[in-house]
T-cell receptor, first 111, second 113 residues
């Protein structure tokens, strides 16, 4: 079962912050985040392993709450270049080697 | 490094035709995988390989075959194309033992008529 992302879309002005959430009904081993621009391949942003860690990539960071099987992606002081679709992928703790992916959150940053 | 390369970028097939999507990487990654991406749906894993000579099925393997004779190459074969296989296909690789796709090819947009 694929993870659920919220919100489906976010519209921001440059400099504003955004949070994108990813939740699963399964116990998770890892969560991974990607950004995809229209017509292009996804770009891997970061991976979070169980342990509640938080990671950062430029002004984009994420957290992973393994007890709630949830991860959040934080985009601070958004830039025009942040526009795109963000999606999460998950690997469950059950030993399956098949990652499943959310449907994505469309982020539009206006000047 | 070229990273992950895929050919062709676009392809139109008729129902019943077969073809091979090519994928290669020059990063010496052991793990390679094929995904399809359909509108409104997340990426779905078709097949994956943890090294030369080893392949396994993903979430949606029916209608596709793979082989891995070298570390660099991981072709995807459509045996008898169907309209349901119209999609964008991405090849990906990962370093180490990671199963999460980390480096993607540019994609192949396939239309089956």
């Amino acid at each position: 079962q694929q993870p659920v992302q919220s919100p489906q879309a976010v519209i921001l002005r440059e400099g504003e912050d955004a949070v994108i959430n990813c939740s699963s009904s399964k116990a998770l081993y890892s969560v991974h985040w990607y950004r995809q621009k229209h017509g292009e391949a996804p770009v891997f942003l970061m991976i979070l392993l169980k342990g509640g860690e938080q990671k950062g990539h430029e002004k984009i960071s994420a957290s992973f709450n393994e007890k709630k099987q949830q991860s959040s992606l934080y985009l601070t002081a958004s830039q025009l270049s942040y526009s795109g679709t963000y999606f999460c992928g998950t690997l469950s703790s059950g030993g399956s080697y098949i990652p499943t992916f959310g449907r994505g959150t469309s982020l539009i940053v206006h000047p | 490094n070229a990273g992950v390369t895929q050919t062709p970028k676009f392809q139109v097939l008729k129902t019943g035709q077969s073809m091979t999507l090519q994928c290669a990487q020059d990063m010496n990654h052991e793990y390679m995988s094929w995904y399809r991406q359909d509108p409104g749906m997340g990426l779905r894993l078709i097949h994956y390989s943890v090294g030369a000579g080893i392949t396994d099925q993903g979430e949606v393997p029916n209608g596709y075959n793979v082989s891995r004779s070298t570390t660099e190459d991981f072709p995807l074969r459509l045996l008898s194309a169907a309209p349901s296989q119209t999609s964008v296909y991405f090849c990906a690789s990962s370093y180490g033992v990671a199963r999460e796709p980390q480096f993607f090819g540019p994609g192949t947009r396939l239309t089956v008529l």
